[in-house]
């Protein structure tokens, strides 16, 4: 955890940059690690109270350790309706863990998300932020096996 | 001026007021519970809500701004109704414990659900299991009564200055926290009570105080602070010739110098005052011991023994030390003992306790 | 047979989008350099005359809205809400996909008009490679240098939908919980750091190049004379084709579905179709007559919102759909409020249990109040909004409820 210092410095001018610099250490740890947050605090001229407000307020941030890959399933409406609810349960039976849940080894991170506006693809999942349209539960293994 | 009608009422106001003021002007009675005076204005409760002709929807009057020609009905069967669901809202969220709760006969939530006739809530289902154990000495944390009207962290924030809590989480997770959602004493708290004080419902109470009588029990004793030379009004809470607690004054007229804030000494400092240990007869060291005595034995032999010292080493080997807790009279007449009668002008005081 | 009008997306996945050379070659840049050659307020009101209202739901005059920003107080911010989050569309991003910018020279309009010097695009955390193709496009004209002194910041949101609503939007870039603020004031007079903030949708921004450019009165003889110009729809749910498409705004719901969007899968009927994203109506079929526009779609009690177009054939549960719809609200209500905090809770409890048919008659009237109160007494637009799937499928779907009730 070496950087987070120099990562927070390149924001730090930036008014209202908390986000700006929250996003670019979750980029690095894929969380927000405490240590992480109190600088950023610092940084920023918010308490740290307030900061933490500010990191769980938004869903894309985490406060809590996370797997290297986060696997996000969209459950909005025009997902549902395309096959997001059952391509949820292959996910979870896939990988052995359940909703918000991280697999032993630390790989992946399972999260539900509203919709990711990639709708011509439904049902949609993310991994890291990439979105995957028209996942089946049959196209789960070969889309994972890419995820070392 | 704008001119608005309030339930039939023509009234009067500076541009700029506010509904709630411009109501209550009017004689109209709006009920509150994120508003408080001396806190900058969130509208988030939406327990103000009036009906203004002509606007689609109801309005919050504690943040919206008068506009002439206003045509406002501030109890009508549509305000009644939403009242009662947002009161019905939020005892669906609260653990509705009024036979043991500390603020019993206090509390906004309990005399608003009087009021409109509210006894049970149609929306109850799950509870929020926050509470938890926060090991302090004074404040009760005690989050299930919590109705997220964040006042206590606009307090600590704006009166005290100490940010120690937020909120944190969203939409119905969405609780007041210290950073990391941990305990006060590791937080930047400095044990004020300022959100103690604000907190409208039992969410926030003095664990000192616990179980020993509500509000309507205690006779209250406006006094001033005895810590430090602020000189807060604070007003004793007694029960049974006791001081079971401290509570404050929030009235400029009557409260000039703190408005009802205080720091830990002034809020939570009093039970020494029913100590056992508390001294109540002057001590004399002998032989490394300390014995009862009188008070004329006591000021006799510190007499002489101040008399020794000066006219062995002069008066400049004396010093004086006298306490902020003290009034300034009592400093006064100090400062002239040194002076006059000691001959010296070693004389402090411990700025500040 | 209704056809698309490509006027925002006309030189789609031919030009470049970052590249402003790819642009100009097109005739882009032009709109600007005629806005700086005009007065402000002459070109305030062109726009006004234009008839744009405003892309991001609200529907509110453009032009009109810029008017009421003072002149003399400084800095002034033209922000560009890209954060599209209601669900099921998607359209703000196909634009800056396939036009970046003229949502760059609509925003140095604005610039021009209000007398603002500084720009932001809030661009949601769920779009990260649109912070990548907004930078390097903004790069891209600065080096042409037809931004002029105009200077445009990309900031990412993460993850809340609430942040959508402009003064939320705003809280967010001033780094903070998105909390929507009670209004007034209102943006135009207090918005970004308490200073003059204009605050319009991508696509409101990317007709501001060709109104200026093709005239006030051609804009307004596009579509709908209410709402006139075209509108980008996103079609999801039971429709053939799941695209998008840009159309004039008196468009029938008709047309868009069973012409463009090639009518409903599997050659099943059409069971509803909810307009303007996850907050919108659910219209029967008898209306499916009503055109698009804005003032068409509040006449049959619905919002034309954001533009989506989610259709569901006969064979789906709404309400196990409302169902999930009210999970959205409760996961993205701020907490804020206590109609919107506790209410969207409770609703989502209250449609659970109907729709694993534990809920009673007395669940549907209790719904049917609390959505009401929500209505009337939310702070924002979010607890405002979050009742209408609700009570206007009780309304016009209401034997659905009642056929799950013990
Ligand atoms: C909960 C909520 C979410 C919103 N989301 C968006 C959005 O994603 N994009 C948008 O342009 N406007 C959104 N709006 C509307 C904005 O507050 C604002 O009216 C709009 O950006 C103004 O731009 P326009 O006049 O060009 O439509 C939302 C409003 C609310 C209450
Ligand atoms: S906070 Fe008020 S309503 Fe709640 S238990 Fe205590 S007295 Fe009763
Ligand atoms: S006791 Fe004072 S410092 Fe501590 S949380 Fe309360 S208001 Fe803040
Ligand atoms: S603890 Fe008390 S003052 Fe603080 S938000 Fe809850 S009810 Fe309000
Ligand atoms: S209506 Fe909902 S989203 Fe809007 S301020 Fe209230 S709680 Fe927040
Ligand atoms: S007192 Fe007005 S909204 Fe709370």
Redesign the pocket.
Same mark, same amino acid.
């Given at each position: 955890m070496a950087n987070y210092k120099e990562i927070i410095a390149t924001y730090k001018d930036k008014p209202g940059g908390i986000i700006e610099a929250f996003h670019a250490i979750q980029k690095e740890f894929n969380y927000i690690p405490e240590e992480a947050l109190r600088e950023a605090a610092k940084a920023f001229g918010l308490s740290e109270a307030e900061a933490f407000g500010v990191a769980t307020f938004y869903s894309y941030f985490s406060v809590k350790k996370r797997g290297k890959y986060i696997i996000r399933v969209c459950t909005s409406a025009p997902c549902m309706v395309a096959g997001g609810d059952k391509l949820l349960e292959a996910l979870e039976n896939y990988l052995g863990i359940k909703l918000g849940e991280t697999t032993a080894d630390g790989r992946f991170t399972l999260e539900a998300t509203e919709c990711v506006g990639q709708c011509q693809g439904t049902p949609v999942i993310t991994i890291n932020g990439k979105p995957i349209p028209e996942v089946t539960p049959e196209r789960i293994p070969e889309i994972l096996s890419s995820y070392k | 001026m704008i001119t608005l009608t309030v339930d039939g009422k023509q009234v009067q106001v500076p541009e700029g007021t506010m509904l709630l003021e411009a109501c209550q002007l009017a004689g109209a009675d709006i009920p509150t519970l994120c508003y408080d005076p001396d806190l900058k204005r969130v509208g988030s409760c939406r327990m103000c809500v009036v009906e203004v002709e002509g606007r689609p929807g109801l309005v919050a009057s504690c943040v919206t701004p008068v506009a002439n020609g206003m045509i406002v009905h501030t109890e009508s069967p549509r305000v009644v109704e939403a009242r009662k669901v947002i009161l019905e809202l939020l005892l669906a969220r609260h653990k509705l414990e009024c036979h043991t709760c500390e603020k019993n006969g206090n509390c906004l939530l309990q005399d608003y659900c009087y009021r409109y006739g509210v006894t049970t809530s149609r929306f109850s289902g799950e509870m929020p299991k926050f509470t938890k154990e926060d090991p302090n000495p004074f404040i009760e944390r005690d989050y299930d009564k919590c109705i997220m009207c964040t006042r206590c962290v606009r307090a600590c924030e704006q009166i005290t200055g100490a940010k120690a809590i937020s909120v944190a989480y969203r939409g119905h997770h969405a609780k007041i926290a210290t950073a990391f959602d941990g305990n006060l004493a590791d937080s930047t708290c400095a044990f004020c009570g300022q959100c103690l004080m604000v907190c409208p419902v039992g969410a926030l109470t003095s664990k000192l105080s616990k179980g020993k009588g509500r509000a309507y029990e205690v006779e209250k004793v406006r006094t001033i602070c005895p810590y430090c030379g602020t000189g807060c009004t604070i007003e004793l809470n007694v029960k049974d010739n006791k001081v079971v607690g401290v509570t404050s004054v929030r009235d400029e007229e009557l409260s000039p110098v703190n408005k009802g804030a205080l720091c830990v000494k002034g809020r939570f400092g009093w039970d020494f005052i029913n100590s056992p240990e508390r001294l109540t007869t002057p001590l004399i060291k002998e032989n490394g011991e300390f014995r009862e005595a009188s008070w004329d034995e006591a000021l006799d032999y510190i007499a002489e023994k101040l008399k020794a010292i000066k006219s062995e080493y002069g008066p400049d080997a004396i010093a004086v030390f006298s306490s902020a807790r003290a009034t300034n009279e009592e400093n006064y007449l100090i400062q002239k003992m040194a002076r006059a009668a000691i001959g010296t002008n070693n004389i402090d005081h411990c700025a500040r306790l | 047979m209704a056809q698309e009008m490509r006027i925002l997306l006309k030189h789609a996945d031919q030009i470049n989008p970052e590249s402003a050379e790819d642009y100009i070659r097109v005739g882009g840049y032009k709109g600007l350099e005629k806005a700086r050659g005009m007065d402000p307020r002459a070109v305030i009101e062109e726009v006004k005359r234009s008839g744009l209202r %405003?892309? %991001? =739901?609200?529907g509110?005059n /453009?032009g009109l809205?810029w008017s009421f920003v003072p002149q003399d107080i400084e800095p002034k911010f033209v922000i560009c809400?890209l @954060?599209? %989050?209601?669900p099921g569309t998607y359209k703000d991003r196909i634009i800056v996909e396939k036009n970046a910018q003229a949502v760059l020279e609509g925003m140095a309009i604005c610039g021009h008009a209000i007398g603002s010097k500084k720009g932001y695009i809030y661009c949601r955390g769920e779009y990260p490679h649109l912070v990548q193709l907004l930078n390097k496009a903004i790069a891209s004209a600065k080096a042409c240098g037809v931004l002029g002194d105009f200077d445009i910041e990309v900031r990412m949101g993460a993850g809340a939908?609430?942040c =959508? @609503?402009?003064t939320a939007l705003i809280e967010s870039i001033e780094g903070h919980r998105g909390n929507p603020r009670f209004k007034p004031p209102f943006p135009g007079v207090a918005g970004l750091w308490g200073k003059p903030t204009v605050?319009?949708?991508?696509e /409101?921004f990317a007709c501001l190049p060709y109104i200026l450019v093709n005239g006030a009165d051609w804009f307004a003889g596009i579509g709908a004379p209410n709402y006139p110009g075209t509108k980008i729809l996103t079609l999801t749910g039971d429709v053939v084709n799941r695209t998008y498409v840009e159309v004039p705004t008196n468009v029938t719901l008709r047309e868009v579905i069973y012409e463009l969007g090639g009518g409903i899968r599997g050659g099943k009927k059409l069971k509803a179709v909810q307009v303007g994203g996850t907050s919108g109506a659910f219209i029967s079929p008898e209306y499916l007559d009503t055109q698009i526009d804005f003032d068409s779609m509040a006449s049959i009690s619905a919002t034309l919102g954001?533009g989506a177009i989610f259709a569901i054939d006969e064979t789906r549960d709404i309400v196990e759909i409302v169902t999930r719809i009210s999970r959205f609200f409760e996961h993205e209500s701020c907490g804020q409020c206590t109609p919107c905090r506790e209410g969207t809770f409770r609703t989502r409890e209250i449609m659970e249990r109907i729709s694993s048919g534990k809920g009673s008659i007395q669940d549907l009237k209790n719904l049917e109040l609390l959505g009401k109160v929500m209505k009337d007494t939310s702070l924002? %637009?979010?607890g405002q909004a979050a009742p209408v799937p609700i009570l206007t499928t009780l309304k016009n779907f209401g034997h659905e409820y009642k056929r799950k009730l013990i």
């Open positions: - | - | %405003g892309r %991001g =739901g609200a509110f /453009t809205k809400n @954060d599209e %989050g209601e939908y609430v =959508g @609503d402009e605050v319009n949708n991508v /409101t954001s924002c %637009g979010l």
